[in-house]
């Protein structure tokens, strides 16, 4: 069984700051990898996939990048709509098995 | 517009059972593999269950293994997802989630409440 872990728990950065979260996997993993946001009171939301591909309207602030074990999600200048909870996310394609990370919760400085 | 739309969700008693629904629209429901994801309260996400586009292959959690059953009707196009035998552990907001690897869509509900209290 992979393990996601990622690092830090929590991050305080101020408006306009750089932002790098960490997520780690127990082994080696491909490509596929993504990175959800998931604001208080509401469903995560997709913003990577396969490890740096945007999804679907995710601005470019966003970048997602690593490979085997370590991945890591950028944003290049925190906007206020930011500050949310990340999880990355091992989606195995066969068996279609999921393992997300323990998130990283980030908050304004 | 993408919809999905989980209920069911309720208070029931441990070793109670629930059944869960996930209605959807705007997106071909029947080519589609779904998952269930839950969260617990103030916890992350975790993996519940898979059911491939045409039912030919389920997958589920160790935690819930012979105690949930996924399954889904593609001329309803609607999800479920049949717990019994429910702990404590069980309780969490259930999400169902659309996911296409390929084309990058992942496509999740709003979530129904399961709270196992006796």
């Known amino acids: 069984e992979i393990v996601m872990t990622q690092s830090p728990a929590t991050l305080s950065v101020s408006l306009g700051e750089r932002a790098t979260l960490s997520c780690r996997a127990s082994?080696?993993?491909?490509?596929?990898l993504a990175w959800y946001q998931q604001k208080p009171g509401q469903a995560p939301s997709l913003l990577i996939y396969?490890?740096?591909t945007r999804a679907t309207d995710i601005p470019a602030r966003f970048s997602g990048t690593g490979s085997g074990t370590e991945f890591t999600l950028t944003i290049s200048s925190l906007q206020s709509e930011d500050f949310a909870i990340y999880y990355c996310?091992?989606?195995?394609?066969?068996?279609?098995?999921?393992?997300f990370g323990q998130g990283t919760k980030v908050e304004i400085k | 517009q993408v919809q999905l739309v989980e209920s069911g969700g309720g208070v029931v008693q441990p070793g109670g059972s629930l059944r869960l629904s996930c209605a959807t629209s705007?997106?071909?429901?029947?080519?589609?593999?779904m998952h269930w994801v839950r969260q617990a309260p103030g916890k992350g996400l975790q993996w519940v269950a898979f059911?491939?586009?045409?039912?030919?292959?389920?997958y589920y959690a160790d935690s819930v293994k012979g105690r949930f059953t996924i399954s889904r009707d593609n001329s309803e196009n609607t999800l479920y997802l049949q717990m019994s035998g429910l702990t404590v552990e069980d309780a969490a907001v259930y999400y169902c989630?659309?996911?296409?690897?390929?084309?990058?869509?992942?496509?999740w509900g709003q979530g129904t409440l399961v709270t196992v209290s006796s």
């Open positions: 082994q080696t993993v491909s490509s596929n």
């Open positions: 396969g490890v740096s």
């Open positions: 705007g997106f071909g429901f029947s080519g589609y593999g």
């Open positions: 989630v659309a996911f296409h690897d390929t084309k990058g869509e992942a496509f």
């Open positions: 059911i491939r586009y045409n039912s030919s292959h389920k």
């Open positions: 996310q091992h989606y195995n394609s066969w068996p279609p098995v999921w393992t």
